[in-house]
Structure formats: structure tokens, C-alpha cells
């Protein structure tokens, strides 16, 4: 009994090893496989909005002064796009 359990446990893992990327693609998906032309325009537009809402917040609080050159031009950069 014990030799067929382990015969049992051994096939399986076997079976593991070449289904692995089967396995890892069914339990921990790549979201990002599956973006269409749309959705990934809208995800880069959402990442710049937020780049720029964190420079205007920080702009904001105290003036623009309070930007960096390197700042600055990065918004230059997005607010472009």
C-alpha cells in the first residue's frame, strides 16, 4: 500500500512539473496578456494622471517654486500628451 501511494505521489508531482505553466496561467493569471489597444492606452492615461496629480498636489502646497527642475519638465512632458 505504502509503495502505491508513493508511486500515486510521484506521478503526480511528475505531472506538476510539465503542467506548470497550465497551472501557474489557471491560478495566477497575467491581467496584462488579455489588454486590448484600448485598454492599455486607458491604463497608461490613468498612470500619467496620477503623475500629474501628485506634481500639481506637491506644486500646490507651496508654489511652483517648490518643484524641481527635473519636476517641471516632467510635467512639461505629460502635460503634452
Request: glycine share 4%; aromatic share 8%; charged share 40%.
Amino acid at each position: 500500500m505504502s509503495e502505491l501511494l508513493v508511486l500515486i505521489i510521484i506521478i503526480i508531482v511528475i505531472l506538476g512539473f510539465f503542467n506548470r505553466e497550465r497551472i501557474k496561467n489557471r491560478f495566477f493569471p497575467n491581467e496584462k496578456r488579455n489588454y486590448t489597444i484600448d485598454d492599455q492606452f486607458n491604463s497608461d492615461k490613468r498612470e500619467r494622471e496620477k503623475e500629474i496629480d501628485g506634481l500639481l498636489s506637491k506644486m500646490g502646497k507651496n508654489g511652483v517654486n517648490d518643484l524641481s527642475a527635473k519636476d517641471r519638465k516632467r510635467l512639461d512632458e505629460l502635460s503634452k500628451k
